[in-house]
């Protein structure tokens, strides 16, 4: 006994629906004989059977649509006859079964198919996920934001050096961090270790050192604002300052025209974001100026010690009031370009009080430049262990006589606050011809 | 039946072999396929059967031919092994084209068979470039295409033949008309539809023939390709026919009668020829029926091949994209 | 230290050709306009003179019919040189080389290879609008099968062709028509070049420019201009744009980690996208910024002049580009 299966006329046929029958039971079939009719969704097909035999029984009905594979008719060899009408009876085909209690339900019971529909499923399945989908976009958009950007190459390095990302501002796009953010961070971070041992000896030696106060970094005392641990330190050194610092006061004015005319150009060559800030003058000035009085890039601590490396601390008001003064390391080894980077760098963080202890103790001499609209001159308070501060007023219009005639120049007041344990006025004075000549000569700085 | 009577009756025996093969061997591709042991499209040539015995019977080893995706008689008729052709459609590795081609894709370089191209009227273009490389390194070989009536709506057959003829090229171009083009009749397709004339109008020589008729298929191609190889010009040879299947398996041939079918049923090639032998006593009821009982064991030979073919390792499924990395 | 000459690009292709049909027999050149005109760039001319109408054919305005010609004559032991006078014309014979040319291969289980050199000019310049304006590499260089080279400098302009011919299997070239005038040195005894790798053209740290064709001058011009601002690029030309010599470009974008993707293909779904996704999928740990991409502007190329420049990426794009890279 063998089976005559629907066929499968086509790999896009999955399913046919038997429209009649051209043999009946009993009938002598021979290879290539049509058996059945089958409707498919390409039309009415005549279906050949490839075997001989005698068509026993119908396993399906006329108006039955089955899938490719299903029994459609029971054949026997030829000369045998028909199996008992018991053994028939018991055979009932699985899909039949299972489609009966559907089609009891279903008003019009002819084209039915036994096959779910995956398209309608995964529809109402996709509709039904959407909200949900969007809420999990929006979360995720949310966390976007706390995410700390940082280019593949980048994170691959700080992680490979344990480096804590959260203290690192980017310079890559969009603030994101990249190689360059976090080998100066690396850089830091090993200076930092260095000079925390530095600081430690030192201050063992002098416990109310209040440099150690304003690190950012660590933790603000119980129940003190980190504003007001600033405050308070700020406080105490300027305090330390007029009590034991004897000050001695230095001015002079300053030209600004060639330095100003020297920026414009250089400016207008640059994109936004690369352009120069007379404050970079001032730097790059003051750390070239400091040659002519090494003495005053120094700190006083049991007696005068000269510093070789030029870091320059600038100060930075904090809109909550208080300052800070990072250092700008190395400011005479650096270009122009390379400042301005630095102060872009080191402001931000300054203002998000996001320093490093090290770029908060380690300066030589400072540096307080009021900017535009700010006073006409600024007298400074040494900030210890320093022996100096420069100060920079505003650049304003002043008449000024150039051979023999009045001229309108923009220049600048500079001021120098010098220790008199260590220097003497006429150290300042070089310091500040020496200043007054490289603002002379901007395009050599 | 063309009243031809120097026919060898070893040959003539030949002949209705290789037209029972065909017609069986096809039969036994269609059972196969509704039992899913062959997929994709399954196109078969049951009904056409004089025209490709007819022209390959009269061609050389060393002529090329190039087929259509109906070209499974076209390989048996070039003598590429029914195992392999069998193993082809499985999918098998043992196939003629390794089985990466199917049904349609029907390659065998050794026997100078160049496909199963499926593409309609695609390989007319390459069957005049061969010729040209034949004219070129004076090989002395002929190119025959087969192609159906409907690629010759196609650009790329009246390409084909303006460039065969202006280069005078040996390309003989074999047009099966069908007179469907799948389910599009001849004259829905064809606004002039005595095709010979389209190769007359790029000068080049054409005939049509009854393609229901081995005997009269054999004497037209016998003309045309010695014609070909003589004069080294390219030759049109329309052969009309029918297919009595439908276009591939899945088709409910909406397009056409039935009664139409049943008409050209009785010039099915076949019987036509075998009454045609036994009536010339050229061959006996005997003999047939030996033959019958060796066809169905070269089908089964064939199936069993295919059967017991293996398939290729997925690893190799980059392989034969270009010749380096084609190394089997 | 061999001595250098002056050539043009122009001479620099024409005497590949020259060179190929000097020294094999089985080489031919055909085209439109090839012979008698002298090329519709003047890139063959004289060479009809020089070996005939047999190895220098004319051809019938028909692209689908001769280049399916040629991929015959081809698979019969002939070695062309297929010249589909514009890329713009070259959707015609799309069927016969993405359909015959690049499966042959493969549908045969490796017994059929199809030797065939096809030579397409193409790029945007000389105000020649929509429809003589494309950029169409990117559509051949996604079909596997094929070998598509794309003639960046002078040295390739002389030496690929002659590689090509020694392919296997189908080698499609692009050449610049707006290159064509432009003079550069190569040695005097330049030879074949390979065609399986990118070259780094100019080498650099701070960036790589990942480019190919036209795109490679305009790649180094910006390059050296973007050095006068203390930038150092590496410029790679691509060459092979199928299969992609992806080892090349890795290795610099690792060195570099960053990388500026060029060419005047639409943007969408062009070469730089395959090679932007392969950075992604091999590369990304060493990337330091997004890789970016310059590609066609999208839109039909229009016919004046400035529209047209704005359509494509130019020297000063790229330098921006680099610099909002670099410097963001």
Known sequence: ?445 | ?328 | MSEMIKITYREALKAGIREALTNDERVFLMGEDVGRYGGAFAVSKGLLQEFGEDRVMDVPLSESGFVGAGIGASLAGMKPIVEVMTVNFGLLPMDQIVNNAATMLHMSGGQINVPVVIRMSCGIGKQLAAQHSHSWEPLFAHIPGLVVLSVGTHEDARGMLHTALEHPDPVIIFEYTSMLNREAEIPADAGPMDISLAKVRREGKDISIITYGIGVHKSMEAAEKLAEQGIDAEVIDLRVLRPLDEKCFLESVVKTHRALLVEEAWGSINVSSEVSARIMEKAFFDLDAPVKRLGGVEVPIPYPLHLENASVPQVDDIVNAVIKILRP
């Open chain 2, 1 to 328: 039946m063309e009243n031809q009577k120097n026919i060898e009756p070893q040959k003539a025996a030949d002949l209705l072999y290789q037209m029972l093969l065909m017609r069986k061997f096809e039969e036994k591709s269609a059972e196969l396929y509704t039992k899913e042991k062959i997929r994709g499209f399954l196109h078969l040539y049951i009904g056409e059967e004089a025209v490709a015995t007819g022209v390959i019977q009269t061609l050389k080893p060393e002529d090329y031919i190039l087929g259509t995706y109906r070209e499974h008689a076209h390989a048996l008729a070039r003598g590429v092994d029914a195992g392999a052709i069998m193993a082809e459609m499985y999918g098998k590795q043992e196939g003629c084209s390794r089985g990466r081609g199917g049904s349609m894709h029907l390659f065998d370089k050794e026997k100078n068979f160049f496909g199963g191209n499926a593409i309609v009227s695609g390989h007319l273009p390459m069957a005049t470039g061969m010729a040209l490389a034949s004219k070129k390194l004076k090989k002395g070989n002929i190119t025959v295409c087969f192609f159906g009536e409907g690629a010759a709506a196609e650009g790329e057959f009246h390409e084909a033949l303006n460039l065969a003829s202006l280069w005078k090229v040996p390309v003989l171009f074999v047009c099966e008309n069908n007179l469907y083009a799948m389910g599009t009749a001849l004259r829905y397709s064809h606004s002039m539809q005595e095709l010979e004339k389209k190769g007359q109008a790029y000068g080049i020589e054409s005939a049509a023939v009854d393609g229901m008729d081995l005997l009269r298929v054999m004497e037209a191609a016998t003309k045309a390709v010695d014609l070909v190889r003589s004069t080294g010009n390219p030759y049109l040879l329309v052969c009309n026919t029918y297919r009595f299947r439908a276009h591939s398996m899945f088709d409910a041939e909406l397009y056409r009668d039935k009664a139409e079918v049943e008409e050209w049923k009785k010039r099915d090639p076949i019987p036509q020829f075998r009454e045609y032998l036994l009536k010339e006593n050229l061959i006996n009821e005997e003999q047939i029926g030996e033959m019958e009982e060796r066809l169905k064991q070269e089908i089964q030979k064939a199936v069993d091949f295919a059967e017991a073919g293996t398939w290729e390792p997925e690893e190799d499924l980059g392989k034969f994209v270009y010749t380096q990395n084609s190394a089997s």
């Open chain 1, 1 to 445: 006994m063998t089976d005559f299966k629907m066929p499968s006329l086509g790999a896009d046929m999955e399913a046919g629906t038997l429209v009649e029958w051209r043999k009946k039971p009993g009938d002598l079939l021979q290879p290539g004989d049509i058996i059945a009719e089958v409707d498919t969704q390409k039309g009415l097909i005549e279906i050949e059977v490839f075997e001989g035999g005698i068509l026993d029984k119908y396993l399906i009905e006329v108006g039955d649509k089955v899938p490719v594979g299903t029994p459609m008719a029971s054949l026997r060899p030829e000369g045998t006859t028909g199996v008992p009408a018991k053994e028939v009876k018991e055979q009932v085909h699985p899909i039949q079964e299972k489609e009966k209690p559907e089609e009891a339900q279903a008003t019009e019971h002819s084209e039915k198919v036994n096959i779910p529909s995956k398209e309608k499923l995964s529809e109402e399945k996709s509709f039904k996920d959407k909200p949900s989908e969007e809420t999990s976009s929006e979360e995720k958009l949310s966390e976007e934001k706390h995410r700390i950007k940082i280019s593949p190459l980048a994170r691959t390095i700080a992680e490979k050096n344990r480096l804590d990302l959260s203290g690192i501002t980017g310079t890559g796009e969009g603030g994101a961090i990249i190689k360059a953010d976090v080998e100066k961070a690396m850089a830091a971070k090993k200076e930092e270790k260095h000079e925390e041992t530095l600081e430690k000896k030192i201050e063992e030696q002098v416990p109310e050192r209040p440099v150690k106060e304003q690190k950012t970094t660590e933790p603000a005392a119980a129940g003190i604002s980190p504003q007001e641990s600033i405050r308070k330190a700020v406080a105490a050194a300027m305090s330390l300052s007029n009590r034991e610092i004897p000050h001695y006061y230095l001015e002079k004015r300053i030209d600004m025209l060639k330095a100003l005319t020297w920026l414009k150009e250089t400016n207008q060559q640059r994109e936004i974001s690369a352009r120069l800030m007379p404050a970079v003058l001032f730097i790059k000035a003051v750390a070239k100026a400091i040659d002519s009085a090494p003495a005053l890039n120094a700190v006083w601590e049991n007696g005068l010690q000269l510093k070789n490396e030029i870091n320059i601390g600038f100060v930075v008001s904090l809109r909550s009031g208080g300052i800070l003064v990072p250092a700008i390391k190395n400011a005479d080894l650096k270009s122009t370009d390379e400042i301005m980077i630095s102060l872009n760098d080191i402001i931000p963080r300054a203002r998000a009080m996001r320093l490093r202890s090290s770029e908060l103790s380690e300066s030589t001499i400072t540096l307080t430049s009021l900017g535009e609209n700010g006073a006409d001159k600024v007298f400074g308070v040494i900030y210890p262990p320093q022996v100096a501060i420069v100060g920079f007023g505003s650049i304003i219009d002043e008449p000024v006589v150039q051979k023999g005639m009045l001229a309108f120049r923009p220049v600048v007041h500079v001021t120098l606050a010098g220790d008199h344990r260590a220097t003497d006025g006429l150290t300042g004075s070089r310091f500040l011809e020496a200043l007054n000549n490289h603002l002379q000569n901007p395009e050599t700085l």
